[in-house]
């Protein structure tokens, strides 16, 4: 096992600065300072030692941001089901605070141990878990637990879903999970361990422990 998990969420996108709820394939496309990001997102990929593969959600905005990641490395960038955001449900394209409330308590509560919890018309963390891992768990046979292969695999995905699935996975505390936003084209990244486990070895910008600590900051679990 010499490679890591580098889960990135994509760049900015319209509906990010409109503080608008998109969850719904395709989703809204990048903004130009969101492809700016994606490009200097490639670049710092590209000076890592190795990387493996890369891989993007259907989502629009992941597709481009893996697309700036694929020019600067060489890497073909792959794109495989389930690893799209958290659905919205019936508070998609939603801007308004109590939507944006709503939400944040639903995410919270998954932090909390309620995986079953879900805003109205939208999925659970279990809905999320059971269609995300399994992706995660074929990359890894693939390649990180082959020993004739090295090398990181990048996904790029989305917040309130890379979140979710790299607490559960690496038990990091749900209270730093819950609190700690990624910025786009931030990553957690996951280091595989013996007998199938994860740990995480950072979170955006911290590295662990990880116990209280809060990234200050408004908090913005979508995209």
């Known amino acids: 096992m010499s490679g ?39 670049a710092r990929l590209a000076a890592r030692a190795s990387l493996a593969a890369l891989v993007n959600s259907e989502a629009l905005r992941a597709r481009q941001t893996a697309n700036a990641v694929e020019r600067a490395t060489g890497l073909t960038a792959q794109t495989r089901e389930g690893l799209h955001e958290a659905q919205a449900g019936e508070l998609e394209d939603r801007r308004d605070d109590e939507s944006h409330a709503l939400f944040m308590k639903t995410f919270h509560l998954w932090h909390a141990g309620e995986l079953g919890a879900r805003v109205p018309g939208g999925e659970s963390a279990h809905d999320i878990l059971d269609r995300y891992v399994p992706v995660v768990d074929a990359l890894r046979a693939e390649y990180l637990d082959d020993p004739n292969r090295s090398g990181d695999v990048v996904l790029v995905s989305h917040g309130a879903a890379i979140r979710l699935v790299a607490a559960q ?44 600590r809060v990234i200050p900051g408004a908090d913005d679990p979508m995209g």
Not at 8 to 19: D, F, I, L, S, Y
Not at 24 to 31: E, H, M, S, W
Not at 186 to 197: F, I, R
């Open 4 to 42: 890591k998990l580098i889960l990135v969420r994509h760049g900015q996108t319209e509906a990010n600065v409109e503080r608008r709820l998109d969850t719904r394939l395709p989703g809204a496309p990048l903004t130009p300072d969101g492809q700016a990001q994606a490009d200097a997102l490639g």
């Open 169 to 212: 996975l690496a038990d990091v505390p749900g209270l730093f999970a819950a609190n700690n936003h990624l910025a786009n084209t931030e990553s957690v990244e996951l280091v595989p361990t013996p007998g199938g486990g994860w740990e995480c070895v950072r979170w955006g910008t911290i590295e662990p422990p990880f116990e209280h």
